[in-house]
C-alpha cells in the first residue's frame, strides 16, 4: 500500500474513532433533549467526521489515480506484448491533444450529424470498460480482448484527457456512480424496451386436468430517444497557448464539468420523475414538513419487493441536506435515542472500492436533483436500480473553432454528448414523500 493509501486508511479509521465515540455522546444522553452545550459538541464531532473524510477522499482519489493508470499500463504492456514502462504511444497521444488545444494541428472527426469537423471523438467507454474489468480482477489478456478486441498494437488507449474527462463525468452524473444499467450505442436512434408495471402472479393448480389461472404480467413501452447536450466556452488565445497552462486538464474539467452536470439534469429528472403512485407507489411521512422517522425508513425499505431488496444493486437516493438530516436519526425512540442507523463507510476507495456510506446495510447516493425537504416532496428513493436505464450514445465529441471569437481574440471549444434514461421496471423503486 502507499504512503498515500496507508495516510488515507488512517484518516478512514480515525474518522470511524469519531464516529465511536459520538455514538456514545448520543448513548449517555438517554433521549433527553440536548444543551446548547451539548449541541455544540455534537455539532464538533460531525465537522470533524466531515474534514476526516473529506482529506481521506482527497488522497485516495489522487492515490487511485496514479495506480489505476500504473495497473493499466503494465497491464497494456503484457497485453501488447511491450516493456511495462513504455508509455510513448499515450504519451503522443496527449501531445498530439495539447498540440491540437494551442492549433498547431488540425484533427478531423464526424460529429452526430455527419459533419468533419476540427475535434477529436473522447474514448471514455474504454475507460469504463477498463475500470470494470480490472475491479473485477481481469487479467491483461481479457482487459485487451473485452476492451480493445482490435487485436492490434496500433490499438486506442485512452488518453490523460479520457481518463480525466471520464472522472469529472462520473462524479457529476449519479447514474454512472450508481448501479444503473448503462446502455453505450454507436447510433442514437430511439431503442424500445419492454416495460414492467405489473409481474405475473401465479396459482395453485389444484389437480391434473385443472386449468391454469394466474394473473398476467401489464407492460408499458419504454422508448430511449437520446437528447444532445452540449457546452461551449471561450478561452483567452494566450491562455490556449500558455505552455504553463495544462490544456488536458483544462477541457477535461471545464467541458466535463458542464456538459455532465446538464447531462445528469435530465437523466435524475427521468428517474426522479418516473416514480409515482401506481407505478412504485409512495410511503408517506405523515404530516405537513414532518422529518423522516426511522419507521419512515424502514416503511419504505419494506415496500419493494423482496426479491429486489436482495439485489446487488439497491441502494438509497436523496439530497445532500437530506442525507444530512438521516445521518442524525438513531435506532430508539422513533430516531431520538439509540445508536445511529447511519453508516459511514471505512473503506472508500481503498484498494480501488469507491464504497459510499450505507443506511440499513443499502449504499446512498445522493443527487442534487433530487428535492428538499418541502409538502408534498419526492425527497427519498429506494429500490433495485439496475432496473433503471441509462443510455449513453458513443463518446463525448470535443470540437475548436476560431472563427467564433476572432474579433475578441478568443478560441471557442465545444463539448457535445447524447443520452437518455427511462425505467425497464417500474415496481424496483419507490419513495418517500413528505405529505402536505
Keep these: 500500500m502507499s504512503t498515500a493509501s496507508e495516510r488515507a486508511k488512517a484518516l478512514l479509521e480515525t474518522r470511524a474513532r469519531v464516529w465511536s465515540e459520538a455514538e ?6 438517554q433521549g433527553e433533549e440536548m444543551s446548547a452545550e451539548q449541541r ?22 489522487r492515490d487511485g489515480r ?9 497491464a497494456q504492456a503484457i497485453a501488447f506484448d511491450r516493456e511495462p514502462d513504455d508509455k510513448a504511444e499515450e504519451d503522443n497521444l496527449n501531445v498530439r491533444i495539447r498540440d491540437w ?24 467507454t474504454g475507460v469504463m470498460r477498463e475500470r470494470d ?23 486506442v488507449v485512452p488518453t490523460i484527457l479520457d481518463r480525466q474527462l471520464y472522472e469529472v463525468l462520473e462524479a457529476e452524473i449519479s447514474a454512472l456512480r450508481m448501479p444503473t444499467t448503462k446502455i453505450v450505442t454507436a447510433s442514437g436512434e430511439t431503442m424500445d424496451f419492454g416495460r414492467v408495471t405489473t409481474h405475473a402472479v401465479a396459482t395453485q393448480v389444484s389437480g391434473q386436468g ?16 437520446p437528447e444532445k447536450f452540449g457546452e461551449l466556452i471561450d478561452v483567452a488565445s494566450e491562455v490556449v497557448t500558455d505552455n504553463g497552462v495544462d490544456m488536458v486538464s483544462f477541457l477535461a474539467r471545464d467541458l466535463g464539468r458542464a456538459v455532465g452536470r446538464r447531462v445528469n439534469q ?12 401506481g407505478s412504485g407507489g409512495t410511503v408517506s411521512t405523515g404530516g405537513s414538513l414532518i422529518t423522516p422517522t426511522y419507521e419512515h425508513l424502514v416503511n419504505l425499505e419494506y415496500s419493494v419487493n423482496s426479491a429486489y431488496r436482495a439485489s446487488n444493486s439497491t441502494g438509497w437516493l436523496a439530497l445532500d441536506s437530506t442525507a444530512g438530516t438521516l445521518r442524525k ?18 473503506q472508500t476507495g481503498i484498494s480501488g472500492q469507491r464504497q459510499p456510506d450505507t443506511l440499513f446495510g443499502h449504499p446512498f447516493f445522493t443527487d442534487p436533483n433530487v428535492a428538499a425537504q418541502a409538502s408534498n416532496a419526492k425527497i427519498l428513493f429506494f429500490g433495485d436500480w439496475n432496473s433503471f436505464y441509462c443510455r449513453l450514445v458513443g463518446n463525448p465529441i470535443i470540437e475548436r473553432n476560431d472563427s467564433v471569437g476572432f474579433k475578441t481574440d478568443e478560441i471557442s471549444f465545444r463539448g457535445k454528448w447524447r443520452a437518455a434514461g427511462g425505467y425497464q421496471d417500474l415496481t424496483a423503486v419507490n419513495l418517500l414523500k413528505q405529505s402536505v
Design 210 to 225: 385443472t386449468t391454469l389461472a394466474g394473473t398476467d404480467p401489464a407492460f408499458l413501452k419504454l422508448s430511449l430517444t
Design 66 to 74: 496514479e495506480n489505476e493508470a500504473a495497473q493499466i499500463r503494465e
Design 24 to 29: 456514545g455522546f448520543l448513548t449517555d444522553l
Design 329 to 346: 436519526l438513531r435506532d430508539g425512540g422513533g430516531g431520538t435515542i439509540g445508536a445511529p442507523i447511519w453508516q459511514p463507510s471505512t
Design 133 to 155: 474489468l480490472l475491479r473485477m480482477g481481469a487479467s491483461p489478456e481479457e482487459l485487451r480482448a473485452l476492451t480493445w478486441d482490435t487485436g492490434s498494437s496500433a490499438s
Design 266 to 277: 435530465a437523466i435524475a429528472e427521468a428517474m426522479i420523475g418516473a416514480v409515482t403512485v
Design 101 to 124: 488545444a494551442r492549433g498547431n494541428t488540425r484533427m478531423s472527426v464526424k460529429d452526430d450529424d455527419g459533419l468533419n469537423v476540427n475535434g477529436m471523438r473522447t474514448n471514455i
Design 40 to 61: 455544540t459538541q455534537w455539532d464538533r464531532y460531525n465537522e470533524r467526521i466531515d474534514l476526516l473524510k473529506s482529506e481521506a477522499d482527497e488522497l485516495v482519489e
